[in-house]
């Protein structure tokens, strides 16, 4: 707590309304937000306006952490991590504050005492949609990490006017909504309108030879948009570190043309505006269409010119040379989004700096680090020759170059191999012409890395196995981690709680010390306290379902969840013919034996992807059948929660008894769901993919349900040729399960609805569900004979628990740090702030 110097005796001492944490402070504080800001009196306050006046009362409180930052990196010219991310789905920020800040207890009782709700008020804030799934997620999570290790960080993204869509759920189908986050303003954020920088498109390039003989090149433009910094704080946990995550917003250099509009052309007066703007204004345009694919690569090298330009700003203003870009800032590419940043970083250091290219691609190649997440060819990014060269005419002559140069050292390497040259090309020229950003990247980088052990060994043998070959020293491996402020001291408290009582709350920066509450899962005390949590957590979201969907669920019954983006990979549709399985035994035997389940399913699908889309309307469609049919009664129920977004998140992960993480062994990178699941006590049944491998290693194999083909089995089946009609025709209890979704029985007697899902099971099947099915039944039903000895699953769930500490990202930071990055902690004093 920060007071003014000790007042003379018998004087009445006050704490500073910005910084004061005592109760009395914090309520005067409050209130002088809600007139002097809100401009609002209690008679006319809405509950918005209570949350934006606590909102500007927490951020008061982070501002000098957040500005001492910033001196102490300015004054030592710290090392900085700068995390280029096209998505950032931070999540709402008031709780997430309140526990960096550990005032959440302060400010609990100080709403009260105001007769005010502070979960009320945290339900207010509206969800900065700016990610669609793990990527945004993993950013952020990173964000929360780099700060709570005092590692001086700056988040570089786009500003999206709109971000993801709220998902509204009509007749069983998605209908996107536009997400309007910023509607009601944005109290977490600064603009620095005096940073504004500059972008190009289009337009021609010139060739000179300047005044020193040197061969240059200038770039004239066809358009030019100003890209606006919008800063919003980052605070560690229980430091005084507050790092910045910078977006960026677009805008036209000239918002109105007084001339046309003078003329009478009111529209044309105003389209320079709206058409700069279009750059940020929504998160991944459907790039269907030609002017979607124009639209996403222009937000790309947006956001990356604009991050680049603003560390040369830094550099300059503190006094550094571009000789010291890269021991000033290692730059990670979160995919290949940011890959034009390697071209970009060129042209900037020899177009607008006058480097020669050897001293330019030396220090880019020095500076930035490339994370794969994918093992998908299909996505990593391509973009036509045609539209990349109408856009970016300089940076594909920078491209041309830097391949050029590549390929000669392939070929020293590997000489005689074109098959080689041809598939590490810059270009793909196998019909249409292709710029490859992940080939760009590898190039570019000085390291290249997966996201879980297993995927890393599949990077280097699959989609960038040439590159290995090439850099083998470059490939490395960080499994992801998430944060535990956010995800189990936030959103679970009450575990919290009783693990802080056990064990104290190191554990919370620390996490592996939640290894010390192992002792106590053969004591039945803590056991019985686990589980009451967990059914009240249960209980919670029972009556959140109840008055959202009017569907009833028992708590008591296991809560069987998965939510996450809707993806045929990912296997929704498996679950759901479990769901058909257990409903057609039920069926053929009303008093079967069957341990109640209650399927819960969320998450949102590509507005542009069909299949994905008739998942959900297939799982509703089930629901809808399952969950009014008397046989059924009291043993199955089947929900699927609208909206999933980090906020709905926050509510699911704590109340889950089984997390379904069912996809393809060999096509999720990681996930991370999968590790919030078991840290709050959830057991996992799952395939070995992605990070499971290694839940599944930290958590004991009889504390993980494993189901499934391996990737080599996998990969075996599809090069001998693998025919899902094979299953169907020789497993009868499968063929009972399509032939009832084929006869129209989950469709109202509609034989087409769900023919595309049918048939595309039986007659491809690309992620082997069919081939997986009874493996996966026969584990669903050592799942429901483990539940049914409660006190074995709360030990089994406690231990989980308490081996997770792995999957921090703090853990996953510290590897970046040391294997990547080479950055060091910089710890922040809190100094007072004067006005002088």
């Known amino acids: 707590m920060q007071t003014l110097p000790t007042p003379p005796s018998g004087s009445v001492q006050i704490e500073d309304d910005r910084t004061g944490l005592s109760i009395e402070t914090l309520k005067r504080a409050f209130l002088d937000n809600l007139f002097y800001i809100q401009g609002k009196f209690p008679a006319l306050a809405s509950k918005n306006d209570y949350y934006m006046a606590l909102a500007y009362t927490v951020r008061d409180r982070l501002l000098r952490r957040w500005l001492n930052t910033a001196e102490t990196y300015t004054n030592t010219q710290a090392r900085t991590v700068c995390y280029l991310s096209a998505e950032f789905l931070m999540g709402p920020h008031l709780g997430n504050n309140l526990i960096n800040l550990g005032i959440y207890d302060q400010i609990n009782q100080a709403m009260t005492e105001l007769g005010l709700d502070l979960n009320e008020l945290l339900q207010q804030e509206e969800e900065p949609g700016l990610g669609n799934g793990g990527l945004g997620r993993l950013a952020a999570c990173y964000l929360d990490s780099l700060a709570t290790l005092e590692i001086p960080a700056l988040g570089y993204g786009i500003r999206y006017e709109f971000g993801i ?26 603009a620095r309108p005096d940073w504004a920088v500059e972008v190009k498109y289009g337009g021609h390039t010139e060739s000179f030879i300047d005044e020193h003989g040197n061969y240059r090149v200038r770039w004239v433009p066809f358009k030019v948009v100003k890209g606006l910094p919008y800063d919003t704080p980052i605070l560690g946990y229980k430091v005084n570190t507050a790092n910045t995550l910078r977006l960026w917003s677009a805008e036209a250099t000239e918002s109105f043309d007084f001339g046309a509009f003078n003329s009478g052309d009111y529209f044309g007066a105003v389209h320079q505006k709206s058409n700069s703007e279009n750059i940020s204004k929504v998160l991944y345009p459907n790039d269907e269409q030609y002017q979607g694919k124009v639209l996403r690569l222009e937000q790309q090298m947006f956001f990356v010119s604009c991050s680049l ?3 040369i700003r830094i550099l300059q203003m503190q006094n550094m040379s571009l000789e010291k870009f890269p021991e000033k800032f290692s730059v990670q590419l979160n995919d290949t989004h940011p890959a034009i940043a390697v071209a970009e ?56 170059e830097i391949n050029r140069r590549f390929l000669d050292d392939v070929r020293i390497k590997f000489p005689d191999d074109p098959g080689r040259l041809s598939r590490l090309s810059l270009i793909d020229e196998s019909g249409e012409k292709y710029v490859r950003m992940a080939n760009l990247a590898c190039v570019g980088s000085s390291a290249i890395n997966g996201v879980a052990a297993l995927h890393s060994e599949l990077v280097k043998q699959t989609v960038l196995k040439d590159f290995y070959d090439m850099y083998p020293e470059k490939f490395t491996n960080v499994t992801n981690g998430v944060t535990p402020r956010r995800f189990v001291v936030l959103s679970n408290p009450r575990m919290t709680s009783l693990i802080t009582s056990k064990i104290g709350d190191n554990w919370i920066k620390h996490l592996d010390e939640l290894r010390r509450i192992e002792q106590f899962a053969d004591d039945p005390g803590f056991r019985y306290e686990f589980r009451q949590i967990k059914q009240a957590i249960k209980q919670d979201l ?12 028992d708590p008591s019954s296991l809560f069987d969840i998965q939510v996450k983006r809707i993806h045929e990979y990912k296997r929704q549709h498996l679950n759901a013919l479990h769901i058909i399985h257990l409903y057609n035994r039920i069926k053929a035997n009303p008093s079967a034996e069957i341990t109640p389940r209650t399927f819960l399913f969320g998450g949102k699908a590509a507005p542009g992807y069909y299949m994905a889309k008739l998942i959900i309307k297939f799982i509703n469609s089930i629901g809808e059948v399952v969950n009014r049919d008397p ?19 926050q509510r ?55 189901f499934g083909l391996t990737t080599e089995e996998v990969a075996a089946k599809k090069a001998a040729g693998y025919r899902p009609m094979d299953y169907y025709e020789s497993n009868n209890d499968l063929r009972q399960v399509i032939d009832r979704i084929a006869s129209g029985f989950f469709s109202h007697g509609d034989t087409g609805l769900f023919r595309p899902l049918v048939d595309n099971l039986l007659h491809k099947d690309e992620y082997l569900l069919l081939a997986d099915y009874q493996s996966y039944i026969d584990c669903q039903e050592q799942v429901s004979q483990a539940y049914r000895n409660w006190d074995h699953w709360t030990r089994m769930s406690i231990l989980n628990t308490a081996r997770m500490g792995k999957f921090s990202s703090d853990r996953s930071i510290r590897d970046y740090c040391q294997n990547i990055w080479k950055v060091q902690p910089v710890p922040i004093e809190l100094k007072d702030y004067t006005q002088s």
């Not at 020669?356 to 490339?370: E, L, P, S």
């Not at 046989?631 to 998140?649: P, Q, S």
């Open 165 to 190: 869509f709220d998902q509204e759920i009509r007749d069983g189908w998605q209908v996107e909504i536009t997400d309007k986050w910023l509607r009601y303003g944005n109290p977490w954020e600064i």
């Open 309 to 311: 330009q603003d560390m």
């Open 345 to 400: 970083l060129m042209r900037l250091l020899m177009d607008e700096h006058g480097m020669q290219w050897d001293n330019a691609w030396n220090i880019t190649t020095r500076t930035f680090g490339y994370t794969n997440h994918t093992l998908l060819p299909e996505a990593l990014e391509r973009w036509p020759l045609k539209l990349f060269s109408e856009l970016l005419p300089r940076h594909i002559e920078i491209i041309y």
């Open 542 to 553: 029972a009556n959140h379902i109840k008055s959202e969907t009017d569907v009833e669920v």
């Open 631 to 649: 046989d059924v009664a009291g043993r199955l129920k089947v929900v699927f929660l609208k909206d999933y977004n980090v906020k709905f998140a």
């Open 652 to 706: 699911v992960y704590p109340a889950a008894d089984l997390s379904e993480q069912i996809s393809t062994a060999g096509k999720e990178a990681s996930g991370t769901g999968n590790m919030k699941f078991s840290m709050n006590g959830a057991l996992t049944i799952g395939t070995l993919d992605g990070a499971n491998v290694e839940i599944r290693e930290e958590v004991g194999a009889e504390n993980f349900f494993l």
